[in-house]
Structure formats: C-alpha cells, structure tokens
C-alpha cells in the first residue's frame, strides 16, 4: 500500500471510532419519555409539612444552651485539667493528722575556734571548745556523742546530728582577747 492509503485508511478509522463514541454516548443520556412519567418513576414523596413556617422559640431555646462538657483542646495529647471542685477536694483530703512544728535549730554544745590542713593531703581537721576540753575532729568523724563533721571552711564548719540527720553551721569565734 502506498502512504496516500494508508493516510485515507486511518482517517476513516478514527471517523468510525468518533461515530461509536457518540453512539455510545449519546445513546446513554437520552432520556426517554416526558418528565411526567420520569417523576411517576422515582417514587418521591413530599414530607407532611402542616405549617411550614420558622420556628423562632425552638431557636431561642436553643441559643440559650450553654456547653456543660469539659473544655478540652482536641489536638493536645494530654489529659484536661480536673475541675476546680475535684482539686479542691483533694487538697483538703490530702494531709490527714496533727500540724507539726517546725523543729528548733540544731545546737551543737561546743565552740569552733579553729581549723587546720594537712600540708599534703589537704584534710582539715577543726578544733572545738567544750567546757575546758579541746576536741581535735577530722572531716567525717563524730564527735561530743552524735554529731559528725560534715565539712570545714575558713569561717564555720558544717555538723550533723547523727540520730536525725539535721545539719547545722557552726560559725568560728574568736578567743577572747588576752587569751592568744
């Protein structure tokens, strides 16, 4: 065949395409008969409507109504807070017996009046006055029956009751003059 042909060959073939394309179709969205019957077909029923005016007072009433439920943003993983009554119940609920004082400062019976370093370990050891005693007390050590020595500094020293673990800063004194 030559290429004229072929040409008119294909152009006859896609105007036999377009004619079954619109065959097909056209032929689907026809409708047939007159509206009459075609709303005869569909069943419909109109609602049983007596006065189809606006209800105004349903409206009102509705407008009126206030959201009771719990405020919470949907797109926040976490729980809502509890209502203000639920925490005040509970903390009402949650201490249950007598008030405690507060307990006196910790008194420690003896006087700081000095320290000293080790050259070359660097372990201060403090020096305390009870009554006429000198007590020499290392870093960690107990000392006038329950206290420990926590730690020595160049103006106190940081003790501890044994028996109830409060801590206490005892401040250094200086000798009274004439006594150096």
Known sequence: MSKRNEIYMLFALLVVLAGVTYYYFAGHTQVTGTPETVAADTKFRPLDVQEPQLRLDLLAKLQKLEYTGSH?????????????????????????????QPLPPLQVPGELFGYASGPSSGNRVAFFLEGDDVLVVA???TFLSGFRLIHVTDTSADVEEVSTGRHATVPMVQPPAGQE
Do not use: S
């Open 72 to 100: 919470r943003n949907i797109f926040v993983a976490e729980p809502p807070p509890p209502p203000q009554a639920q925490v005040q119940a509970a903390a009402a609920a949650r201490f249950v017996g007598p008030i405690l």
């Open 139 to 141: 870093e960690g050590a």
